[in-house]
């Protein structure tokens, strides 16, 4: 086979350099794509598939990824494409059991993955990217396994193009979002430990006759196995249930389960794809090793109870994305990125867990069990607004403080919001609202030299009645990547923050990074110099910084 590299002639149109090298151009390397190219970072993206997957796969976008497809100016066309899934209900065997209104700032999007893909690619044209297609990775070269990023600047892919040749190609950065047959992971050694489900299911997208709510998700438990039933946009329904051992899958069969099990009185005719599938539960042991990082289903795979999967790595992708932008762009220092994994390992671990549970209770089947389980459902569902749902919105996951100085010294005045539902503290996402009050979201505005000002670090400053000696805000004055804002106690107690005199450092992502009281200068001193670098080290341009991680 013919042989190029990035640094040899060749008959391929020559390629700029980039910054980082996306392998998987699905949702999640999409998402991450777009977000570093909004940041100005250059990107290369690369997928094995001659074309664009037809299927549709995942469905549902909850609303904390709305919040992502808005920063990256999506989310129009997404509800466009899409339709609110209003309403959750349940039955056992065949008995009405519960069901969950979602209010509109909890309310997840049917769109199918398919059109997901296509609604983030124009975007990603839009920013002036682009995917190349039928590129597959071979191998990786010059791995770092010491667990110092700095220890190399970059690592070599080994390329095969659809015409047979071969590629080198050097980049300071690698994202592998190949899905959960990972080639990236394959090739950094990390294990992938977890189990296959007994059961395997069989899907069916199709038209109705008959009627069924466009609006809402059925769920069908009984002992005989699980039934569910979604609206699509245009009309379609998916069907999925457990597959009976021995039986073929087929439109026929979710028929007969659909009568049985279901509804009753729906016809299922036309169907759009069929598929049979089986649900795993598993994640990578290491999400990061060396300038290698994995995101989506390359990290982790679980159930489709819930609808998480696709949000899980499209959220992992713009936790990596903006701290990559940061790092190459003189922003932060390397040590950001050692973040990316646990804090992401931590939500993997939640929904594989919560997955688990909702999957294991489809497939009850002994008297008691089931009768505890709908128990169980018929008590919670009064609490479930204020409880749950916000979890399944992803709203309420948190990445644990790792150090003492991202709260304050003197917690007892955050006690009381502590103890409130719904309170956000240090490592919850910020409310949307207010981060879009505060400039902490967003697709951007104009900025004063007329370019897109871009959401980045804010830190969001709640006065008090007596003026401090030394103002918060002249800690970051040699800081320009970070923005001060006022927050009003009375902005800070409608959205459950602490109303005390202090300070709410912001995240790019609108996660809460850090909170102190009126005194805690030293305390957000030390978070600024582990977020940001030392004291003057870094500034917004980043030129030194981009050329060192590209020197290859």
Same mark, same amino acid.
């Given at each position: ?315 992992? !992708?713009?936790? $990596?994305?903006?701290?990559? =932008?940061?790092?190459? @762009?003189? +922003?932060? &220092?390397? %040590? *950001?990125? #050692? ?95 207010? !981060?879009?009050? $505060?400039?902490?979201?967003? =697709?951007?505005?104009? @900025?004063? +030299?007329? &370019?897109? %000002? *871009?959401? #980045? ?96």
């Amino acid at each position: 086979m013919p042989l190029t590299s990035d640094d040899t002639p060749s008959s391929r149109t020559p390629r700029s350099p980039a910054d980082v090298l996306v392998v998987g151009a699905g949702p999640v390397g999409l998402t991450a794509a777009c977000e570093l190219l909004r940041r100005g970072t250059r990107v290369r993206l690369v997928d094995r598939a001659e074309s664009a997957s037809p299927f549709p796969k995942a469905l549902l976008l909850w609303p904390r990824t709305l919040d992502l497809l808005d920063d990256l100016g999506a989310l129009e066309s997404t509800r466009k494409a899409g339709i609110d899934i209003r309403k959750f209900r349940y039955y056992s065997a065949g008995e009405p059991l519960a069901a969950f209104t979602f209010p509109e700032h909890l309310m997840p999007v049917c769109l199918p993955q398919n059109e997901t893909e296509r609604v983030l690619t124009e975007r990603l044209h839009a920013l002036g990217g682009r995917i190349e297609r039928g590129v597959r990775l071979l191998a990786l070269d010059g791995v770092d396994f010491s667990g110092d990023i700095t220890a190399t600047d970059g690592v070599t892919a080994i390329l095969e193009h659809s015409d047979g040749t071969v590629e080198r190609y050097r980049t300071p950065f690698l994202i592998g979002a190949d899905g959960a047959g990972s080639a990236v992971r394959a090739q950094i050694g990390t294990g992938f430990a977890g189990s296959t489900y007994e059961s395997a299911f069989a899907l069916v997208d199709c038209r109705i006759e008959g009627e069924l709510p466009t609006d809402e998700a059925l769920y069908y438990q009984s002992p005989r196995g699980a039934l569910v039933i979604v609206a699509l946009p245009d009309g379609v329904f998916r069907f999925f249930a457990s597959l009976p051992p021995g039986e073929e899958a087929g439109i026929e069969l979710l028929q007969r389960i659909t009568d049985e099990q279901g509804p009753g009185g729906v016809r299922l005719v036309d169907p759009v794809w069929e598929s049979v599938f089986r649900v795993h539960r598993r994640h990578a042991d290491d999400f990061q090793r060396g300038r290698v990082f994995l995101a989506g289903d390359a990290a982790h795979v679980h159930s489709p109870a819930g609808g998480q999967g696709l949000n899980t790595g499209m959220q992992d !992708a713009q936790n $990596l994305a903006w701290k990559l =932008a940061a790092v190459i @762009g003189g +922003g932060a &220092g390397p %040590e *950001l990125l #050692g973040t990316y994994g646990p804090e992401r390992k931590d939500v993997a671990r939640q929904v594989v867990r919560d997955t688990d549970i909702q999957t294991r209770g489809w497939m009850l089947r002994h008297p008691v069990q089931t009768a505890g389980r709908d128990a169980a459902f018929r008590l919670l569902e009064p609490v479930m607004e204020r409880g749950y749902l916000p979890v399944m919105a992803g709203y309420r996951f948190r990445y644990t403080p790792t150090r003492l100085t991202q709260e304050p010294a003197w917690p007892s005045l955050c006690r009381l919001t502590g103890r409130l539902a719904g309170a956000v503290r240090t490592g919850h996402a910020l409310p949307r609202p207010l !981060a879009v009050a $505060l400039g902490a979201a967003g =697709a951007g505005r104009a @900025g004063a +030299g007329g &370019g897109e %000002e *871009l959401p #980045g670090w804010t830190l969001a400053l709640t006065p008090g009645r007596v003026r401090a000696r030394e103002p918060f805000s002249a800690l970051v004055s040699d800081r320009p990547q970070v923005r001060t804002r006022t927050m009003t106690p009375e902005q800070a107690s409608e959205h459950r923050l602490c109303s005390a005199p202090g300070y709410h450092l912001i995240r790019p992502d609108g996660y809460v990074a850090a909170h102190g009281h009126a005194r805690d200068h030293a305390r957000l001193r030390v978070e600024l110099a582990a977020h940001l670098g030392a004291r003057g080290r870094r500034g917004p341009a980043g030129e030194p910084e981009r050329a060192a991680l590209s020197r290859a």
